[in-house]
């Protein structure tokens, strides 16, 4: 049968059944979105009724790409399997199928050869862009700027839809303290309430106000849940966390992502409490199902269900089909094990197949929303694909995205920025002419060398004179998915030149940092200095100049403790995507005042992880007197951080004054908190305001400071305003550790300024 035939014979079908008398009548009751509703479940209720088991299974199975889509069909093999699956209608989902041909062709076979024609949803990691790369999430969640962020999304979102994509495994909203999980550069950072404000606006933008648009895509809240508290900060490690932290530092971001409209969420591969996340009732049924009612579907990460074995959890893959279905997983992601076990364990009572009926809606349902069954090919445009992928607009937000995730950690003796004629640079390090390492990790779709260059973006400015030398390469590392990432831990012989470049320069620009492949899925590291021989060519070009300033590359916090004590300006730059050259160019300029402040806490030193700025006070916080030895702390390093979560400077100088509080919490249910902000310096400047407070006392201790708060404001020189927070229960209270949320009578103190270690503090009281 033609296509267009069973699509017209399948709508009329649903026509009839919608229009019966008695669903018009609950239609004419309820209010637009309802009646969307409903209509969306009767159809797949009719649809539900006409698949046999087994194709309500194949909703249910996910695989990867797994031969030349436009090429001849397999004929053996393991290829030649997934095919015949696709076309009997036993697979709901493809992953890493992009471009619009070869989507056209899967997206084909499935509507047009299987017996029911429904179409796939086809998923891919846009993380931060698809071939046009903004900065990597942790670098945009440097920004604070939930708008820039949104708009990055939705250019990602743009790009990627454009190229036949209708699925990201994105946002990850895992909040994690440890710089050495390689996937902190994934993630928003430390912090619950940024990382859940920043969920909102990547879900905003990914998937629109409309999934039925062309342009949007549905966006999945990962990894569900405790994944960044990998112990010892190893991938895929055990994660052992009490109640406390699990309900009010873990979850909140993935309820934010939930409440904001996420259809999709992802479970994580470690283990919590013993249990594998993908095979965790509590998490999935109890939790995300139950409690927050979860309409959407959960998909496994890859090759989870069956990794439930290496567990030791599962005895075999039967076994870890019917633990992670009747856990509440709906897809599975490149096990198999739906596909090929669950048949099988309905037959033999161990899974309800209610419950497979349960995960068949919730993916249909997400389909419907789609638009897929309307028009199955309606992300299979070739003349938006050309249009779209790489043009200016999204050239132009991603440059607009990197300049705001800059942070400016450093600036002695105001060495930047730099004066635009009549100064002799001398720029150094393998990364500052380097087009592949700033698209960052995850840029599977990115080709090789588009990045612009921190050389190329100098360039741009004709009024100084700039020599490059290498000085060392950072790393031998080519391919994403690199068994080995390898390191230049002996080369130095481009030292020589390096020195001699800085010797007859007014001021060194030195780009050095961990290579874009250093970061990521699977690259934790126990080391976080500057990697390879780099900071021994920072220290010999020092020698030579002292008048450095110190840009750094990275996915993740480093311990620069040598270079804070030394270098006199340094500049966080991240990996900034496609842009990355331009963006940092024009702020080493003054072209553009950074604003950025750090998600993160940068350590000193890499024994005092995991660190994070909103601590427990412990018993024994300090004691008085002189050489006291029991109290909290290292004998051989200081408990603060380098650099402290929210850090961050600008080209101008601001002063916070005058806080108010009103002292009670009220009938109104609010405490308001201003502040006056006044721009001290001479140019115009942007500043994150933030508040923070303190719990004193409660049933369950606080930490010493939580952000719950902050406003994105742009001053001219001389000028002031007045910021007003409002504070409610949400802000105030915390989950007690059955997980109900508790406000409680009691003092609090309150904190603004421009980091977490701000000093301004008011306090205010919630009465009985």
């Known amino acids: 049968m033609k296509k267009t035939t069973k699509l017209l014979s399948f709508s009329l079908l649903i026509l009839l059944f919608t229009c019966k008398e008695n669903k018009q009548e609950l239609i004419a009751q309820s209010t637009k979105d309802t009646v969307y509703t409903i209509e969306i479940e009767d ?46 209608g036993y697979v709901g989902s493809m992953l890493n199928v992009r471009g619009v041909k070869d989507v056209r062709a899967v997206q084909k076979i499935a509507v047009e050869e299987s017996r029911l024609g429904i179409p796939l949803i086809i998923g891919f990691d846009v993380i931060h862009g698809y071939k046009t790369l903004s900065p990597i999430p942790l670098a945009e969640s440097a920004s604070w700027d939930l708008e820039a962020i949104k708009r990055s999304a939705q250019m990602a979102a743009e790009e990627a839809s454009a190229a036949g994509i209708n699925w990201t495994f994105a946002p990850m909203v895992d909040v ?51 994944y960044g508290f990998a ?52 998490l999935q049924r109890d939790i995300l199902k139950g409690n927050w009612g979860f309409d959407g579907f959960i998909v496994s990460d890859w090759g989870s269900i069956t990794e439930m074995i290496a567990h030791g959890y599962a005895k075999d893959g039967s076994h870890a089909a019917a633990l992670a279905v009747n856990a509440g997983s709906d897809m599975d992601m490149e096990s198999y094990l739906y596909v090929e076990e669950l048949a099988q364990l309905v037959k033999e009572g161990k899974v309800e197949e209610a419950l497979i009926e349960d995960a068949a809606r919730r993916i249909l349902r997400v389909k419907y929303e789609l638009g897929l069954f309307d028009d199955p090919y309606k992300y299979c445009n070739e003349a938006r694909e050309n249009e779209v992928i790489g043009s200016k607009k999204i050239h132009d937000a991603s440059l607009d995205m990197a300049k705001k995730s800059i942070v400016l950690l450093k600036n002695e003796n105001n060495v930047l920025p730099l004066k635009k004629t009549g100064q002799k640079i001398a720029l150094i390090g393998a990364l500052a002419s380097d087009k592949t390492s700033p698209l960052g990790s995850w840029r599977i779709a990115a080709d090789d060398s588009t990045a612009v260059s921190v050389l190329e973006g100098l360039k741009q400015y004709n009024g100084n004179t700039i020599t490059y030398a290498k000085g060392a390469d950072v790393s031998l590392g080519k391919s994403e998915f690199a068994i080995e990432v390898k390191i230049n831990t002996t080369d130095k012989s481009g030292f020589n030149e390096a020195i001699q470049v800085a010797q007859s320069a007014d001021v060194v620009i030195m780009v050095l940092g961990e290579h874009g492949f250093q970061s990521g899925e699977g690259r934790s590291r126990t080391e976080l200095g500057l990697p390879g021989v780099q900071q021994e060519l920072l220290e010999a070009v020092y020698k030579a100049n002292k008048n450095i300033v110190l840009v750094l590359n990275n996915g993740r916090p480093l311990t620069i403790t040598w270079a804070d004590d030394h270098i006199p300006a340094i500049v966080e730059a991240w990996q900034l995507g496609t842009e990355s050259g331009h963006a940092i160019a024009q702020v080493l300029y003054g072209d553009y005042n950074p604003s950025g402040k750090l998600p993160v806490t ?43 979560f929210g850090h961050g400077l600008s080209y101008t100088t601001f002063k916070y004054e005058n ?32 508040l923070y407070i303190h719990d004193l006392y409660a049933s369950v201790t606080r930490p010493v400071k939580e952000l719950k708060g902050f406003e994105l404001v742009a001053l001219n020189p001389g000028d002031s305003k007045t910021i007003t927070f409002t504070l409610t229960k949400d802000e105030l209270g915390f989950f007690n550790n059955q997980g109900e949320f508790a406000l409680e009578p009691g003092a609090f103190k309150v904190f603004v300024g421009g980091s977490s270690y701000t000093s301004l503090e008011s306090g205010f009281e919630i009465q009985p």
């Open 43 to 88: 159809k797949i209720d009719l649809l539900l009724s006409k698949m046999t088991l087994e194709e309500k299974i194949g909703q249910m199975n996910q695989y990867n790409g797994f031969w030349d889509l436009t090429g001849p069909e397999p004929k053996a093999g393991d290829a030649a399997k997934k095919y015949e699956h696709l076309r009997k």
């Open 176 to 226: 994690s303290r440890d710089a050495r999980w390689g996937r902190v550069m994934e993630g928003a950072g430390e912090d619950t309430f940024l990382g859940s404000k920043i969920a909102i606006a990547r879900v905003k933008g990914f998937q629109g106000d409309d999934l039925a648009n062309h342009s949007s895509i549905v966006a999945c809240a990962k990894h569900f849940a405790a």
């Open 231 to 282: 112990e010892a900060g190893r991938d895929y490690n055990t994660a052992d966390v009490g109640t406390s932290t699990l309900y009010n530092v873990i979850l909140p971001p993935f309820k934010a992502a939930k409440d904001a409209g996420v259809r999709t969420f992802m479970n994580s591969f470690n283990e919590l409490n013993g249990v594998p996340a993908t095979g965790d009732r509590f």
């Open 602 to 644: 940068f350590p000193r030193n890499v024994g005092q992880l995991p660190l994070y700025y909103n601590y427990k006070s412990t018993g024994r916080p300090s004691l008085p007197g002189k050489d006291v030895v029991f109290w909290s702390h290292y004998q051989d390093q200081k408990n603060g951080p380098l650099y402290p």
């Open 659 to 690: 806080i108010v509080v009103n002292n009670t919490y009220n009938a109104s249910g609010k405490v308001n908190v201003s502040v006056t902000l006044t721009n001290t310096g001479k140019v115009k400047g942007k500043e994150v305001v933030q």
